[in-house]
C-alpha cells in the first residue's frame, strides 16, 4: 500500500493491557495508528459510529471481553462487511481458526505471534480490500444515469442510433 500506509486506523480489540501495549507498540512501528478498547461491545460501537477515527481494520483475540471473537467477527460483517478483521487465535486450535473465517474474519493469527506475520497479514488483509473494489463492475461505482452529452461512441451503429 505504498503512500497510504502511513495513516491507517487500526481498532485493537483486547482485554489484556500487556498485549494492548504489545499490539499498539508493534502496529506503531508499522505505520498503523491504534485505537485500543478491551471489549468486543465497545468495539462494535467504534465500528459501527466511527466516533474515535475511521477505522481501516481491526484486530482481535479470544482475550478480548464481551460477546464471543466469531459472534464479533460476524457483526463486523454485518455493519462495514470490506473491513478486515485478523484474529488472533491459540496456537493448533484449527476449528476456532475455521469458524473465524466462516463469522467473516479476513485473516487469523496463532499465537504465539510473529510480528512479521502479524503486519504481512494485516497488509495483505487491507490490499485485498482495496482489490476487490478494483474489481467491482462498473456500473457499481459509476452513477445511474448518464447524461445524454456523456454518451461517447465512433462505430457506426452507435452514429446511427445517435443520428436518430
Given at each position: ?26 502496529l ?40 464471543p ?10 455493519y ?59 456500473t ?16 457506426p ?8
Amino acid at each position: 500500500m505504498g503512500s497510504n500506509r502511513e495513516g491507517r486506523n487500526i481498532l485493537i480489540v483486547e482485554s489484556d493491557p500487556n498485549q494492548q501495549r504489545y499490539f499498539a507498540a508493534l502496529l506503531g512501528r508499522g505505520g498503523w495508528r491504534t485505537t485500543v478498547v478491551d471489549n468486543t461491545d465497545d468495539g462494535l460501537h467504534l465500528i459501527d459510529t466511527d466516533e474515535a477515527a475511521p477505522i481501516d481494520a481491526v484486530l482481535t483475540s479470544h482475550s478480548a471481553g464481551g460477546r464471543p471473537i466469531s459472534k464479533f467477527a460476524s457483526e463486523i460483517r454485518h455493519y462495514r462487511p470490506m473491513l478486515p478483521t485478523v484474529c488472533i487465535t491459540e496456537l493448533g486450535n484449527v476449528d476456532d481458526a475455521v469458524r473465524l473465517m466462516h463469522a467473516g474474519a479476513t485473516d487469523f493469527i496463532q499465537r504465539p505471534i510473529i510480528a512479521d506475520r502479524l503486519l504481512e497479514s494485516l497488509e495483505r488483509s487491507s490490499q485485498a480490500d482495496a482489490a476487490k473494489d478494483e474489481l467491482r463492475p462498473l456500473t457499481e461505482k459509476l452513477r445511474a444515469n448518464l447524461a445524454f452529452d456523456e454518451i461517447v461512441g465512433s462505430s457506426p451503429n452507435f452514429r446511427s442510433v445517435l443520428a436518430i
